[in-house]
């Protein structure tokens, strides 16, 4: 089994190292040809995870994406969804034919507020049917030290899903699936926000009392927004939605929360990028989410709070201010 894995962050180490645990052999892509001569010669990737051993024998880095993809059955999409676009601008239609493909991110494409998903059926003319995504709450950095962790997969093709799940399981990542990729797809983007937007609250001085009353209202703000962009009878308990929202809420590890934190005790927003050297797709997607849900009439009081200061300069005080008010 070949499948080409597509990003060289924390998501994509993570998942070189799940699908190493098998019988697989793994064509890396990856932007540095710098960190793809490190991994070469030290079996480690340089810049993110770099305790997790790299196997030669079943994993070899690549910097030409065609010659990546030549010869796999799978793909996988872990680059963040802001450098999806660039990431694959060498590629045409006849590069993915016949391949299934699964995305890896959490995120929304901030040039057209697009799908991953969306995006490759746009753009690449993929089939839904050859698509799936991996969702639920797991941190890379949790996976690097092999602690427990649960996977969903989740594509509109269950016999996909089950093969990619098979794949995905080891040692220390259970696998289940799912056929709701949108909501599961968008609800992964949402739970973003409001990661972001518990960490800008904690950066202001809110506490445990408030910031378990604001997940509470965000999952009723996710599925709000979730029945109108891609109705249909969900269970929002499952952990690929509730779970995904909690461990980035609360996680020491979160992107996204750490971002937001940075926010509320006043960096700016390019002095906190500077500092993370990790995306938090969260900051994107507010954007998305605002711009998108303009058309419908829906209350989203956590989203606002956060547009307001990442994209409207608004006071962090007025707009904590605001948000007391709207939460119940
Ligand atoms: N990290 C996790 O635990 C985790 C878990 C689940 C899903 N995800 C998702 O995986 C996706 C990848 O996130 P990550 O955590 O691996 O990212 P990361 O922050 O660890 O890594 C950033 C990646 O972006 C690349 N990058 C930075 N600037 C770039 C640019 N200008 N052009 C092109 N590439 C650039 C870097 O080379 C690196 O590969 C995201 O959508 C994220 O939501 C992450
Ligand atoms: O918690 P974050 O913000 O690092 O996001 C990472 C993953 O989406 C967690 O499942």
Same mark, same amino acid.
Request: net charge neutral.
């Given at each position: 089994?070949?499948?080409?894995?597509?990003?060289?962050?924390?998501w994509a180490?993570a998942?070189?190292?799940?699908?190493s645990?098998?019988?697989?052999?793994?064509?890396w892509?990856?932007?540095?040809i %710098?960190?793809?001569?490190?991994?070469?010669?030290?079996?480690?990737?340089p810049?993110?995870?770099?305790?997790? %051993?790299?196997?030669?024998?079943?994993?070899? #880095?690549y910097t030409?994406?065609? %010659?990546?993809l030549?010869?796999?059955?799978?793909?996988? *999409?872990?680059? #963040?969804?802001a450098?999806?676009?660039?990431a694959?601008?060498s590629l045409?239609?006849?590069?993915?034919?016949?391949?299934?493909?699964?995305?890896?991110?959490?995120?929304?494409? #901030?040039e057209n507020?697009?799908?991953?998903?969306?995006? *490759?059926?746009?753009?690449y003319?993929?089939?839904h049917?050859?698509?799936?995504?991996?969702?639920?709450?797991?941190?890379?950095?949790?996976?690097a *030290?092999?602690?427990?962790?649960?996977?969903?997969?989740?594509?509109?093709n269950?016999?996909?899903?089950?093969?990619?799940?098979?794949?995905?399981?080891?040692?220390?990542?259970?696998?289940? $699936?799912?056929s709701?990729?949108?909501?599961?797809?968008?609800?992964?983007?949402?739970k973003?926000?409001?990661?972001?937007?518990?960490?800008?609250?904690?950066?202001?001085?809110?506490?445990d009392?408030?910031?378990?009353?604001m $997940?509470?209202?965000?999952?009723?703000?996710?599925?709000r927004?979730v029945?109108?962009?891609?109705?249909?009878e969900?269970?929002?308990?499952a952990?690929?939605?509730?779970?995904?929202l909690?461990?980035?809420?609360?996680?020491?590890?979160?992107?996204?929360?750490?971002?937001?934190?940075?926010?509320?005790?006043?960096?700016?927003?390019?002095a906190?990028?500077?500092?993370?050297n990790?995306?938090a797709e969260?900051y994107?997607?507010?954007k998305?989410? &605002?711009?998108?849900?303009?058309?419908?009439?829906? %209350?989203?009081?956590?989203t606002?709070f956060? &547009?307001?200061?990442?994209?409207?300069?608004?006071?962090?005080?007025?707009?904590?201010?605001?948000?007391?008010?709207k939460?119940?």
């Amino acid at each position: 089994m070949k499948i080409t894995v597509i990003g060289g962050g924390s998501w994509a180490t993570a998942i070189v190292k799940i699908l190493s645990e098998g019988n697989v052999h793994i064509k890396w892509w990856m932007r540095s040809i %710098e960190d793809v001569e490190h991994i070469k010669k030290h079996h480690h990737n340089p810049n993110y995870l770099s305790s997790v %051993e790299i196997h030669p024998s079943n994993v070899k #880095p690549y910097t030409n994406l065609k %010659e990546a993809l030549r010869g796999t059955e799978w793909v996988i *999409l872990a680059v #963040p969804a802001a450098f999806v676009t660039d990431a694959v601008k060498s590629l045409t239609e006849s590069n993915l034919e016949d391949k299934k493909i699964i995305s890896a991110i959490k995120g929304m494409i #901030p040039e057209n507020n697009q799908l991953i998903t969306d995006f *490759l059926a746009d753009k690449y003319a993929v089939s839904h049917q050859n698509m799936g995504i991996i969702a639920g709450p797991c941190h890379a950095e949790e996976v690097a *030290l092999e602690k427990q962790s649960y996977l969903t997969i989740a594509s509109p093709n269950i016999k996909l899903a089950t093969e990619f799940a098979d794949l995905m399981r080891c040692r220390f990542v259970k696998t289940s $699936v799912l056929s709701d990729i949108y909501g599961v797809e968008y609800a992964a983007v949402m739970k973003n926000i409001v990661a972001l937007a518990c960490g800008i609250t904690h950066g202001l001085g809110g506490g445990d009392n408030f910031q378990a009353v604001m $997940v509470s209202n965000a999952m009723q703000e996710i599925k709000r927004v979730v029945d109108v962009i891609a109705p249909m009878e969900r269970d929002l308990s499952a952990s690929a939605y509730l779970g995904d929202l909690l461990v980035t809420a609360y996680s020491q590890f979160s992107r996204n929360r750490t971002f937001g934190n940075m926010i509320g005790r006043g960096y700016s927003v390019q002095a906190a990028q500077l500092e993370m050297n990790m995306i938090a797709e969260g900051y994107y997607a507010v954007k998305c989410i &605002y711009e998108m849900m303009q058309k419908h009439a829906v %209350e989203m009081p956590i989203t606002d709070f956060a &547009y307001q200061i990442l994209y409207k300069n608004a006071s962090l005080r007025k707009e904590f201010e605001v948000l007391k008010g709207k939460l119940k």
